[in-house]
């Protein structure tokens, strides 16, 4: 199949204070959606250095056209972002909870392993792994007031911008992957394994997380837990099943609306973003730097 280059994403540089935030308990109306969102977190700093280190594979290896290679650059950028504010959170998160270091060991363990497979397989899995973050963002942002009304507005909008730039840059890994002379073979079973990393890490880390708190005993809690899985399930199966078409590109699913829209008001000549708030609305904060990022580092202030 013939790749269709996605468009080129928008770098964005984002550092938060967690110095005041009590990031083991940052969801103050729904514990159970902040614990499952915290075991994410976890993840993502070994989740996404694997997905970066597959991607430069894939763009050495693949036959790439420029628009796409500066594309895939421009995605490492963004995801190399990510890397360095979720390990600012879980470095707040860790120092709390033994259970969050222990995830953290074990979200390191289950990436190298991964790292022993061969570099097609990456390439395949970093794509599935891109298109489940682009269905939680779908998910997520069915119910955006219910899963994130009440939450620490620093916590949330660090959530809700990774959620968003994945809906940006939806299409790019699987544009790698489809220039790559053999990863598209390996897609079906990359994309059962990364359902299983990703979903499998949020159960089991979320619940681990959750049963330190003292609503755990509370039935309605774990209710809407269940409720959260399905209403996920039927989010995800739909678009898994059209992934695996041989005709099948991301840039064919519909976009969320209001996160597109969020990352539009981003401003760069203020250095601003829109600030969740308890009330689902957007208010202005200094918060951001828009030069430009490497997978090496980010320096900006919050």
Partial sequence: MESTVSSLPNVRRVRFDWSTVETDQWHHSMPEFGAGANAVSLLMPYAEPYVIRMLRAGIDEGDLPADGRRAAEALIGQEAAHVNAHRAFNKSLTSASFTARYLDWFGAWVFARLSTRSNAF???????FEILAFCSARWAEADLRAYFGGADEDAATLFLWH?????EHKGIAHDVMCAHP?????????FVVAFVVLVGFTIVGGLSLFARNLHVLNPLRWARLVRWGISFAFVVLPVAATSLSDTFHPDQLVDPP???????EFDPASNTIPVWTNAGDSVSK??????????????ASY
């Fill in 258 to 264: 209001w996160m597109a829209m969020w990352l539009r």
């Fill in 286 to 299: 200094d918060s951001v730097s828009n030069e430009a990022v490497s997978n090496e580092g980010i320096s």
């Fill in 163 to 167: 959620l968003a730039e994945e809906v």
């Fill in 182 to 190: 053999t990863a598209r073979s390996k897609y079906r079973r990359a």
């Fill in 122 to 128: 990456g390439i395949a899995f970093a794509a599935a």
